[in-house]
């Protein structure tokens, strides 16, 4: 049956139908201008050739303003056997290669400018060609190629969460054999290897991957946007702070505006990590300026959300709302993953604080929705966690257990999911356990938790604990205790929640049990401990029992 569709095409139809099975995510007329003319196929003919098989049934349109054509799976087997039987097919596939190499390297500079929308949409429409054409690349060891489309689209693939992918090909291609650009195999390595941990949680080879890149080029490396910005985001990501921070420090300023606002944002990150609140205050108005500049969305929406939390933390609500749903707005028209339903996530935090509950449920409602649609396990997660918070809040701490317990299946499940996450979760669930009197529970959680495999390397979130490990301690009566962990939190994070429930609580509680010269002799006594100390206190009162 499908022979005989064939066998009722022109020569130049049967030959662009022969070709076009090569574009596994559809094709355009310029594309197959492109890849296919050549031989009976004459490229300005090519837009009457591809409607003439649509006519026949071996090309079906797809909906949208520019036209553009997709081939059954069967079809395109058959096509890719005919090509294979006359020896054409490893040159079409060289030459959809190369097109693809194109469009990459001439999107890669306007994914991070005002105009990145419709570069963005581009890219996503050819999705599947790309990955294809890094495939066939890969497969055939031409390392100068596959290192040139591995470094065009390394930014794309991390700006939209597609770590799998960049874990995967990249390294493929950074560690072929053969000529090519030293700094497009360095972002092939590097991005690859910093994908690669992120997926596996595990960040171990990083600093390795690190120092072979950096060995084939050991003189300063060119101004490409990744490459200024790689050494201290690898030192940041396998635990070494301190030379992030000296790297930033040491490295010339960069002439690229995107790249100056991105180094903001990550030396803003380095001090959040750090628990430096004010540092972090003062570096994000920094990258906020910048990437407002620039007009680049992922890297505002970043900056923003980043704010929306400084906002919170500062009991300035409105501020928050604003900063969040700008940034989801700006996060949704580029992407569709965990990072848009987290800040909508973040903006119903904020909706819930202010006390407009139905809005609350409304937005994070939003983010589940997003996170089904986007397949993302940990955006629902954050979302369970949501709707837990606000269910304890109304007093109903048994649906807030089964949704947090829901979150932690969740979270669980995910092969490299992020143990940030893991230990918030946890965290809520000891609260739970001590208000439900088994304080030895909360503290069983809260061990593990602060255990995590690089949990521990992010003082924010072990700010978080050494919250709820003070709250567990204030439930089991020891108020002391209970007061030092709440000084600690402040001591690792670098700030108070202020407005949050929890705090106000445990404020007025240690207040009414120790009075308020006690409870602000023994918060000090945490607050004023430098960070190893904090974290031995919570240790020691998570081992207690």
């Known amino acids: 049956m499908v022979a005989w569709s064939w066998d009722l095409l022109t020569d130049a139809e049967a030959a662009l139908a022969d070709r076009v099975a090569v574009f596994p995510g559809g094709v355009s007329p310029e594309a197959a201008e492109a890849v ?7 490229a300005a003919d090519v837009p009457d050739l591809l409607a003439a098989l649509t006519d026949k049934s071996l090309l079906q349109q797809l909906p949208g303003v520019e036209p553009r054509y997709r081939m059954l799976e069967t079809l395109r087997e058959y096509g890719t056997e005919r090509l294979a039987a006359t020896g054409e097919v490893a040159a079409v596939k060289r030459a959809h290669a190369l097109h693809f190499l194109a469009v990459a390297e001439e999107a890669d500079p306007h994914l991070r400018g005002p105009e990145q929308l419709e570069w963005y949409a581009k890219l996503t429409a050819e999705r599947d060609n790309l990955v294809a054409a890094m495939r066939f690349v890969v497969d055939t060891g031409d390392a100068d190629t596959a290192t040139r489309l591995g470094a065009a689209l390394a930014w794309f693939w991390t700006a939209r969460s597609e770590h799998v992918a960049a874990a995967t090909l990249l390294p493929a291609a950074g560690d072929l054999p053969g000529e090519a650009s030293p700094d497009a195999r360095a972002v092939c390595l590097v991005v690859g ?3 690669a941990a992120a997926v596996a949680a595990n960040f171990d080879g990083l600093v390795d991957r690190l120092n072979r890149a950096r060995a084939l080029n050991p003189g300063s490396w060119a101004e490409h946007p990744m490459l200024v910005l790689l050494e201290p985001l690898a030192a940041m990501l396998a635990g070494n702070e301190q030379e992030a921070f000296e790297l930033l420090e040491r490295a010339p300023e960069p002439t690229d505006p995107w790249t100056r606002a991105t180094r903001w944002l990550l030396g803003a990150m380095l001090h959040e990590n750090e628990g430096h609140f004010e540092e972090h205050r003062g570096y994000l108005k920094r990258a906020l300026e910048g990437y407002r500049e620039v007009g680049d969305r992922w890297g505002l929406a970043s900056a923003l959300a980043a704010t929306g939390n400084v906002q919170l ?10 900063a969040y749903a700008e940034a989801h707005r700006l996060m949704a028209e580029i992407t569709a993953n965990e990072d848009a339903s987290y800040t909508r996530t973040r903006l119903a935090t904020a909706y819930a604080r202010g006390g407009d509950l139905p809005r609350a449920r409304a937005e994070l409602a939003a983010a589940k929705a997003e996170a089904e649609r986007s397949g993302s396990p940990i955006g629902l997660a954050s979302v369970d966690l949501g709707l837990a918070d606000l269910a304890r809040d109304s007093g109903d701490r048994a649906e807030a257990r089964r949704l947090a317990e829901d979150a932690l299946a969740v979270v669980d499940s995910v092969a490299g999911g992020p143990p ?3 230990v918030v979760v946890q965290a809520f669930l000891a609260t739970l356990d001590a208000e439900d009197g088994d304080p030895d529970g909360g503290r069983a959680r ?6 995590l495999p690089m949990a521990d390397r992010d003082m924010p979130v072990m700010g978080a604990a050494a919250l709820a490990s003070a709250y567990v301690e204030l439930n089991a009566g020891r108020y002391e205790q209970s007061a030092r962990l709440f000084g600690a939190a402040f001591a690792l994070r670098g700030t108070e929640d202020r407005g949050s429930t929890q705090v106000d609580q445990l404020r007025k ?4 049990a120790l009075g308020d010269d006690g409870l602000e002799r023994l918060y000090q006594d945490g607050a004023t401990l430098p960070r190893e100390q904090a974290m031995d206190l919570l240790r020691g009162s998570a081992d207690a029992g």
Do not use: H, I
Request: proline letters at 3%.
């Open 36 to 42: 296919c003319a050549g031989g009976p196929v004459q």
């Open 193 to 195: 290897a910093v994908s």
């Open 313 to 322: 933390a500062d009991g300035d609500v409105d501020g928050s709302v604003e």
């Open 420 to 422: 940030q996450l893991l």
């Open 446 to 451: 809260l061990r593990a938790a602060v255990s």
């Open 509 to 512: 509680q240690l207040a009414a």
